[in-house]
């Protein structure tokens, strides 16, 4: 990942889950997979998720890659903070 969110806009830290809800909470919306502006990608690693923040269409496609984890994306205008 070239980016991680650990932090909403607010300067609220994520916990280890519930990354996608605190994200929506701070103004992200759910979206599909394909390569836009803001885009975030939640991987869930089991015990822990990863915000992970697709800042090209190149890092798009290494997030999108099937791995058989769950994703979740997200357009979060505070991504590029």
Known sequence: MGKYINKTSKGKILLATGKVEALVFD???????????????????????????????????????????????LVYKHAKN
């Open 27 to 73: 103004g992200a919306f759910l979206t599909i997979p394909a390569w836009k502006e803001n885009l975030v990608c939640v991987i869930d690693n089991g015990n822990f998720e990863a915000a992970g923040y697709a800042y090209c269409e190149n890092e798009f496609n290494e997030f999108n890659r099937s791995d058989g984890r769950l994703k979740t994306w």
